[in-house]
Nanobody, 115 residues
């Protein structure tokens, strides 16, 4: 079992930035895939960004050029840098990792973009 703890969410004005961090209970080198998903009220959970252990990444069209996913080997975290945030980015953001055949999810962190 892998535990994931997200941090970095909060309230930010439109155009602002936030950096989310996900700390797993085991080394990130164990994971083939790491990612961030989000779920807005009344909507389905959607993929925001994913990153494989080989360095391949993909992003939702709505965040391309604004969000960046990365692994910090020194801190053992999976981070999501979010720039130029918009109200439509408001959601609960979830960290996910894949180890073997299993996917693990964090509890989520709230991001609210509002003036």
């Amino acid at each position: 079992q892998v535990q994931l703890v997200e941090s970095g969410g909060g309230l930010v004005q439109p155009g602002g930035s936030l950096r989310l961090s996900c700390a797993p209970s085991t080394t990130i080198h164990s994971f083939y895939l790491v990612g961030w998903y989000r779920q807005a009220p009344g909507k389905q959970r959607e993929m925001v960004a994913e990153l494989t252990s080989l360095g391949a990444s993909r992003y939702a069209d709505s965040v391309k050029g604004r969000f960046t996913i990365s692994r910090d080997n020194a801190k053992n975290t999976v981070d999501l840098q979010m720039n130029t945030l918009q109200p439509e980015d408001t959601a609960v953001y979830y960290c996910t990792v894949r180890m073997g055949m299993n996917n693990y999810w964090g509890q989520g962190t709230q991001v609210t973009v509002s003036s």
